[in-house]
């Protein structure tokens, strides 16, 4: 065999390799989004939801939360947030704070609204202390033209 029909062949492996090399990357790469650079991850929604007030009712000795949650600048959507109920803002080790669910619907962006999460009788002696403990932010759906 020649010189130059071994050259070809050595070329011809070394494009072969670069494919099996090179054309799994440029998938990753094109899958993920083309290398336009990092998303900016979003804010937690427990940062759009904050406590605003945490009292006992005097009728029923149980423990209101109001809850005021800020619509993220991105877009609208609805909320659902945990609230504890707890006797102090430090948590006990081992011990199981009382949690409620309040969901806050339609939340346009920027705006404010309340909701109100009603927690367990509480002792008439205690000071009851409420804090968010999670919450979950759900965009709405946009609204499409139909044809």
């Known amino acids: 065999m020649s010189a130059l029909k071994w050259q070809g062949w050595l070329v011809g492996l070394v494009v072969l390799a670069g494919l099996l090399v090179f054309a799994p990357l ?21 940062q759009d939801v904050r406590v605003t007030s945490c009292r006992v009712e005097p009728a029923s000795r149980r423990v209101v939360a109001t809850v005021e949650v800020t619509g993220r600048a991105t877009g609208g959507g609805a909320y659902v947030a945990t609230v504890e109920f707890r006797e102090s803002a430090d948590p006990a080790p081992g011990a199981r704070a009382a949690q409620a669910l309040v969901r806050v619907p339609g939340v346009a962006p920027g705006a ?25 932010f759900t965009p709405s759906p946009r609204s499409t033209p139909s044809p």
């Open 112 to 136: 404010t609204e309340r909701g109100e999460a009603v927690g367990p009788v509480w002792p008439a002696a205690k000071v009851p202390w409420c804090g968010v403990a999670a919450a979950q």
């Open 26 to 46: 440029g998938l990753y790469v094109w899958a993920s989004g083309g290398g336009t650079g990092a998303a900016v991850p979003e804010r937690p929604a427990a």
